[in-house]
């Protein structure tokens, strides 16, 4: 075998040697370019699914908190417009201010959600004014337990107001005599006018409306598990926060410290940048709406509050999910991994078995299986090839016909393992002998032809004798007469053909048997 065929059957083997290797990884390459689309694909469907979420959830919570104070007002309104007040205020009717009493009691009763319900004159004075009791009642006051209420600024701003107006005030906490009411009592005031049908200012109706109901609607937001819900005035103090001992930082001097505008300057401006939106932080998602504290525009409402609900998602919780996520596929990886590793190994190895028996069926297709040769097919096509040469360069071109004697008898005394060896001998000899750019092949039982480039025909005769003494040589070392009969021809002309020669030779080769079997007996 040549060098370069050497070579090329080592690169063959290698490359064989690799494919159970290159497809296992492959396969498993494939298996994470796939779960690497799977995450980013299901990774941004949960951001999607959040922010829609999120969204949704604040203008849900948005809208709740407008029909509550839209309710509020409603019953305000009732009362206040109601012929009663009107009554009662312009003392037309004694009985007038007993039945509205009844019916702001009722109202109270009803909602659960009223701290305080009153009437007021035209000079700040209560005329009316139930309180709510512990049991969710309403007590009507005494009048000895009315007071003049015509500093408060929510009386002043209220009675300023154009008729059936409504006034709010900021939501904060009740104070009593100066002082924050204990415990904190969050309210939100809700005023208006009363005036005659000729436009006189009769009174005020005013209602303290419960924080705390808001505080109910909040806590029946959908929040996901680890999410952070506030509610923000305008200058960023917290109306609430998951944890309460942070609210009220304008009205409690130890908690004025706590505000998400000082907090979170930068998460503040962009909170101010828009009404409704989200960005994104190092600490994590923001979701918020900025809007009036107001009922809806079916009210006439002069003056209102601006608040913030604002929706915090921790990065922590982002992460977490992106880890699940994670923790899910690599869990899928390690699954798969190993059954690809092997399913490609297995090709792999069936793939090269295949190559294997292909490149065998086609190495025995042109060569003969007990001596390695090439056989006829394999070296007449060489030999045609040279022929080509020849007619082109006209270097001289021979050919070698050889034929081993009496195998026949060796088989019949010996044995057809003595017959072999003898055959295999001869190849032998001949691969010995020959240069690495001639080419031999056995072509019968026999029979071997060896083609000669660039060797005349004295050359060729002179390379057959050496085999033919090798041969012999080899008989010799296990006390056998081997011998072989030779001969030679040159391609002659462009007339000449590759059949012509080896018919020559073969013709040279008998007459040289027939000499032999003159001078040597056998
Ligand atoms: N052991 C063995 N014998 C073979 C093989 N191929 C062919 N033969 C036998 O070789 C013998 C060839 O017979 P012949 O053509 O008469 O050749 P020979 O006996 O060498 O006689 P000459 O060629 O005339 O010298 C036949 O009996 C074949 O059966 C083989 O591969 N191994």
Same mark, same amino acid.
């Given at each position: 075998m040549s060098e370069k065929t050497k070579t090329g059957v080592v690169a063959n083997e290698l490359r064989s040697n690799k494919k159970p290797w290159i497809y296992s990884l492959g396969l498993v390459l494939f298996l994470l370019c796939v779960l690497t689309v799977i995450y980013n694909n299901a990774h941004n469907k949960i951001i999607n699914d959040r922010a829609t979420k999120q969204f949704n959830e604040v203008a849900e919570m948005r809208q709740k908190i407008s029909e509550e104070i839209s309710a509020v007002a409603a019953d305000l309104v009732y009362f206040s417009h109601s012929s009663l007040a009107l009554e009662t205020l312009a003392h037309l009717d004694p009985s007038a201010k007993e039945y509205l009493a009844s019916l702001m009691r009722k109202i109270g009763e009803l909602k659960k959600s009223f701290d305080q319900i009153r009437v007021l004159d035209a000079k700040g004075k209560e005329v009316i004014r139930l309180n709510q009791r512990a049991d969710q009642t309403m007590a009507i006051l005494a009048e000895t337990e009315l007071q003049n209420k015509s500093d408060r600024y929510y009386f002043k701003d209220a009675s300023a107001l154009p008729p059936e107006h409504i006034y709010l005030s900021r939501f904060d906490l009740n104070q009593e005599n100066g002082q924050v009411q204990l415990p904190l009592n969050p309210v939100i005031r809700l005023a208006t006018p009363i005036h005659s049908a000729a436009g006189q200012l009769l009174g005020v109706g005013l209602l303290n409306y419960r924080g705390n109901r808001l505080y109910e609607l909040l806590n029946k937001? %959908?929040?996901? *598990?680890?999410d952070l819900v506030y509610l923000l005035n305008d200058a960023g $103090? $917290?109306?609430?926060?998951?944890?309460? %001992?942070? *609210?009220w930082g304008f009205m409690l001097p130890e908690r004025s410290a706590f505000n998400f505008a000082k907090d979170n300057p930068q998460a503040w401006n962009l909170i101010h940048a828009e009404e409704t939106g989200s960005f994104s932080l190092a600490s994590g998602e923001y979701y918020f709406s900025t809007f009036e504290l107001a009922p809806s525009a079916d009210f006439k409402v002069t003056i209102s509050e601006k608040i913030t609900l604002l929706m915090h998602v921790p990065s922590r919780i982002i992460d977490e999910s992106s880890h699940l996520l994670l923790v899910g596929l690599a869990l899928v990886f390690l699954v798969l991994a190993p059954i690809l590793v092997f399913l490609g190994w297995k090709l792999g190895v069936s793939q090269n078995r295949q190559a294997q028996l292909l490149s065998k069926l086609a190495f025995e297709a042109r060569h003969d299986?007990?001596?390695?040769l090439e056989n006829r097919k394999a070296i007449m096509e060489h030999l045609e090839r040279e022929v080509l040469r020849f007619y082109r360069n006209k270097k001289p071109l021979s050919v070698g016909f050889i034929d081993v004697n009496y195998l026949k008898r060796v088989n019949d005394r010996l044995g057809h393992e003595q017959g072999d060896e003898m055959i295999k001998g001869a190849a032998k000899a001949i691969l010995d002998v020959i240069r690495c750019s001639d080419n031999a092949a056995r072509i019968g039982g026999d029979e071997f032809l060896i083609v000669l480039p660039e060797c005349s025909i004295d050359g060729a005769n002179q390379t057959m004798q050496r085999i033919e003494k090798m041969f012999a040589s080899f008989g010799r070392r296990i006390n056998a007469d081997w011998s072989l009969s030779y001969g030679c021809s040159q391609l002659e002309n462009?007339?000449?053909s590759a059949e012509k020669a080896v018919a020559r030779a073969d013709a040279k080769m008998y007459q040289f048997k027939q000499a032999q079997r003159q001078t040597v007996k056998p």
């Open positions: 937001m %959908s929040v996901h *598990e680890g $103090y $917290y109306l609430w926060h998951p944890n309460h %001992s942070k *609210e299986a007990l001596t390695g462009d007339d000449d």
